[in-house]
């Protein structure tokens, strides 16, 4: 018998390419770009069993009615049936616990909506999911949260009314200053709620600091006396 080889390392394994799928195709002859995808790194799809509804994230709307004995009012019925989900819901949409503060900022956001029937439901839910997506944290982040998502789509109307009258010298300008005020509002109020969200904070930005031979650089409040002070 002869004398036993020497056994090969893990490298020079990995290196005859017999035991991969797929060659290297980096820079680094050790590393492979190549790799089947991970089922459990994939996102799941909408709808599967194991990924959370959208109620419980979510205040919807299924069901709002103008209220005949109170002009301006909508009576609105959600989707989620469990007391539980629907508190988290609606202090999610409105950063209240208040919960007459709540259904106000509802029956506000569904009177901006306008139409009426599914037309209704689907702009109240559009401007409730952006709204909720904010995530205000007090009442007013969510009043400004609910402006946002109204200004919001009120623009996209007018800019949809943009499109249709094209070319229509009585309306065309009508809907293109109505698009355009709007969208300085819509820019105004996210410019309002990110003010309001960093209030207290103060930021110090030095640039550009040079300290010749012998000096000391200092940065901070300096307080000094006068000329006359010894």
């Known amino acids: 018998m ?5 056994a090969k390392s893990a490298k020079e394994t990995a290196g005859s390419g017999k ?7 980096g820079k ?6 190549v790799r089947e995808p991970n089922p459990d790194e994939m996102p799941l799809p909408v709808g599967s069993p194991e990924r959370p509804p959208q109620e419980h ?14 002009p301006g009012h909508m009576m609105c019925q959600p989707e989620a049936e ?26 506000q956001l569904g009177n901006a909506a306008g139409g009426e029937g599914d037309v209704l439901l689907g702009r109240l839910n559009a401007m409730l999911a952006a ?4 995530r205000p944290k007090d009442e007013i982040e969510g009043m400004l949260a609910a402006q946002i998502s109204a200004v919001h789509e009120l623009a996209m109307r ?20 109505q698009a355009t005020r709007l969208l300085r509002t819509f820019a105004v ?7 309001y969200r960093s209030r207290g904070e103060q930021k110090v930005i030095v640039e550009h600091v040079h300290v010749n031979a012998g000096g000391q650089a200092i940065v901070g409040h300096v307080e000094g006396g006068g000329r006359g002070q010894e």
């Open 2 to 6: 002869g004398k036993p080889g020497k």
């Open 19 to 25: 035991e991969k799928d797929h060659p290297p195709v």
């Open 28 to 33: 680094n002859p050790e590393e492979s770009l």
């Open 57 to 70: 994230s979510v205040l919807r709307i299924k069901d709002c009615q103008k209220q005949a004995d109170r």
């Open 82 to 107: 469990e007391p539980e989900v629907l508190e988290r819901q609606l202090a999610r949409v409105s950063g209240s616990n208040s919960l007459d503060f709540q259904q106000g900022l509802v029956s």
């Open 131 to 134: 709204a909720t997506g904010i």
């Open 158 to 177: 007018g800019l949809a009314g943009v499109s249709r009258n094209e070319g229509k010298e009585n309306w065309y300008p009508l809907y293109v200053g």
């Open 189 to 195: 109020l996210v410019e309002a709620l990110k003010k």
